[in-house]
C-alpha cells in the first residue's frame, strides 16, 4: 500500500512563504513524475508545479518565479517551496505521484488527500 502525505500547510500573509513537503511511503519501488497541484473553492483542480525522476521542473507562467519545486530521491519526498504568496494562491495543495511498487510491473497514480493553504492579511 502506498501513501502519499502532505504537510506545510497553513495561513500566511500575502507576500510570505510557505513551504509544503509530500512523502510518499510504502512498498515502492521506483517514482516517475511528482506532481504539485492546487483546487480553490468553486474552480477546477490546476497543476501547480511537476518534476521528473531526472530533475526537469515544469510551471505554469501563474507562479513561475515564484514556486519552485525539487524532490529528494532517498527519502521519496518532494517539495514545494512558495514565495511572495498571493491570495490568488489560496487552495487545497495535493501532491501526485506515477509509482511503481514492489509488487507491480507498471507505473500506477497516486493522490494525497491535500494540505490548505491560505493566503490573507
Known amino acids: 500500500q502506498v501513501q502519499l502525505v502532505e504537510s506545510g500547510g497553513g495561513l500566511v500573509q500575502p507576500g510570505g512563504s510557505l513551504r509544503l513537503s509530500c512523502a510518499a511511503s510504502?512498498?515502492?519501488?521506483?517514482?516517475?513524475?511528482m506532481t504539485w497541484f492546487r483546487q480553490a473553492p468553486g474552480k477546477q483542480r490546476e497543476l501547480v508545479s511537476s518534476?521528473?525522476?531526472?530533475?526537469?521542473?515544469t510551471y505554469p507562467d501563474s507562479v513561475k518565479g515564484r514556486f519552485t519545486i525539487s524532490r529528494d530521491g532517498a527519502k521519496n519526498t518532494m517539495y514545494l517551496e512558495m514565495n511572495s504568496l498571493k491570495p490568488e494562491d489560496t487552495a487545497v495543495y495535493y501532491c501526485y505521484a506515477l509509482i511503481r511498487t514492489a509488487t507491480q510491473n507498471t507505473f500506477n497514480a497516486y493522490w494525497g488527500r491535500g494540505t490548505q493553504v491560505t493566503v490573507s492579511s
Open positions: 510504502g512498498s515502492i519501488f521506483s517514482i516517475s513524475a
Open positions: 518534476i521528473a525522476s531526472d530533475g526537469r521542473t
